[in-house]
């Protein structure tokens, strides 16, 4: 087999025939799969990257003074504020009711940094039972279908190493009671050196490839799905579906299409919303939505400069507080749009240090970082939206996200902060629990979403009075 020459020509023409430079050692198979990686590459889009991101010297931090606070709609601190967001939580009752809704669930990440081996989202973080993210995200959606009378589909954006342990993994469980379950699969980009722009081979058949960013998933919903069948947005339209929820994988605590938050983007017509934390910290690793001349935008912690992480209001709080959490709400004609291409996201890069096979076949394991890869960011979409709405959320009872092995962010500060929520549910039913010295709950405490998705429904099951003095899991 020899490659094309019109592929040859093209790859000699953006200085890439660099990426067949070992042909002849490979039998047809590798070079098949070789072929199909060059062949799917654009490299026009990736030379206008490297200019732009690799040789270029452009800033992704806005100039400091243009920086400002965003408007956000705050937690209700009166009676009224808390009758008036139940009010609007009746709009977003009314949109589950009619079968509007559909959730996005980001999970290409693996266990690695937990030391766990798979898909993040089958790590086994029930306090009591060791129901996997998987499960609790999914039973969350399968009690929301039931109490709103509709199903709620339910898509998980996977990637290309871990789509069939997925796969199988919610087969293997009966896809947790899920009426309607569609996995699809994030892109890659390729990673290019550092110095020359050159994309780099991770084997002598295959090109060094990492996922596109979160910001991928529009692409990856637009994507023809299997022997060229209708891509999920096409399947979302097909449904009657009229908006998204969106989040990751890693946060069990997310209120799944939170009625409330619903409510309050479909008031206000927006395309885009986030759910934010108040940020308390200058160097807390979130990034924060802010205005940039006026316009809303996320700057990544990464990116925010310590005059600007460190700004505080009179009264000591920070000036630019509004972490974003990746849980959004998008209106699916705005992310048809975004697809189109007549507007897109940006690409950002990441210095990394990254494996590749040099010029005489052998495997390079690099000390320091030596490849650029190209990201897209998903709240890179808030300033291209027309409208849209900011919505604090509380981080107790609605952010502790899953990513070290020990630590913050860990399994025991998770499950510890989910026994936390479900002892304030049994208590607000009126149950007791047997707590320690410091307040703390000393014994693991679940309850199934399928038992009750919140305190209000926990109290039809439960009888006041009922004392919990051990670990203990409610399911049907």
């Not at 039973?139 to 998980?156: C, D, N, Q, S, T």
């Not at 087969?171 to 980009?189: A, C, E, K, P």
Request: hydrophobic share 40%; with cysteine.
């Amino acid at each position: 087999m020899q490659p094309d020459s019109a592929l040859l020509a093209r790859l000699a023409r953006h200085r890439q025939d660099h990426l067949l430079r070992f042909w002849n050692d490979l039998d047809e198979p590798a070079q098949a799969q070789l072929l199909a990686q060059v062949s799917a590459m654009d490299f026009e889009r990736i030379d206008n990257l490297v200019a732009k991101l690799v040789r270029g010297s452009e800033s992704s931090v806005p100039p400091i003074e243009s920086v400002g606070p965003v408007e956000v709609f705050g937690l209700p601190q009166t009676d009224a504020e808390r009758s008036a967001r139940r009010l609007v939580a009746e709009i977003g009752h009314d949109a589950l009711s009619r079968g509007e809704v559909a959730v996005v669930l980001v999970a290409g990440g693996s266990g690695t940094r937990l030391g766990f081996e798979g898909p993040k989202g089958t790590y086994p973080i029930g306090p009591v039972s060791g129901a996997s993210l998987f499960q609790i995200h999914a039973e969350k959606i399968v009690a929301l279908g039931r109490r709103f009378g509709r199903p709620i589909p339910l898509y998980v954006m996977t990637s290309p190493e871990n789509n069939d342990i997925t796969q199988q993994f919610f087969d293997d469980n009966n896809r947790f009671g899920l009426s309607h379950l569609r996995l699809f699969v994030q892109g890659n980009m390729p990673a290019v050196d550092s110095e020359t722009g050159r994309v780099l081979l991770a084997t002598n058949d295959g090109l060094a490839l990492s996922p596109d960013g979160h910001g991928g998933t529009i692409a990856a919903l637009n994507a023809k799905g299997p022997d060229g069948g209708p891509s999920c947005f096409d399947e979302m339209a097909s449904l009657g579906i009229k908006t998204l929820f969106y989040f990751q994988v890693d946060n069990p605590l997310v209120k799944i299409a939170d009625p409330a938050f619903l409510g309050l983007h479909l008031q206000a017509k927006a395309e885009m919303s986030f759910k934010v934390i108040e940020k308390v910290r200058p160097d807390e690793k979130v990034g924060v939505v802010v205005t940039v001349d006026g316009m809303p935008q996320v700057i990544e912690y990464s990116d925010l400069p310590a005059e600007l992480a460190e700004r505080r209001e009179p009264d000591g709080r920070l000036q630019l507080w509004a972490g974003s959490i990746a849980i959004h709400l998008f209106e699916l004609a705005f992310l048809q749009r975004l697809a189109s291409g007549e507007i897109s996201l940006p690409f950002h890069r990441a210095l990394k240090k990254v494996p590749y096979v040099n010029e005489a076949g052998e495997l390079v394991q690099p000390s320091a970082p030596n490849a650029v890869k190209f990201e897209q960011f998903i709240f890179d979409a808030l300033p291209l939206a027309a409208r849209y709405t900011l919505v604090e959320t509380d981080r107790k009872v609605e952010f502790e996200p899953l990513k070290n092995a020990t630590g913050p962010d860990s399994p025991a500060t998770v499950r510890a902060r989910m026994s936390e929520n479900f002892a304030e549910w049994l208590e607000t039913a009126g149950a007791t629990v047997a707590r320690a010295s410091d307040g703390s709950v000393p014994f693991g405490l679940e309850i199934s979403p399928l038992f009750a998705l919140d305190a209000n429904e926990l109290k039809t099951k439960i009888a006041p009075g009922t004392h919990i003095e051990k670990s203990i899991y409610l399911r049907p």
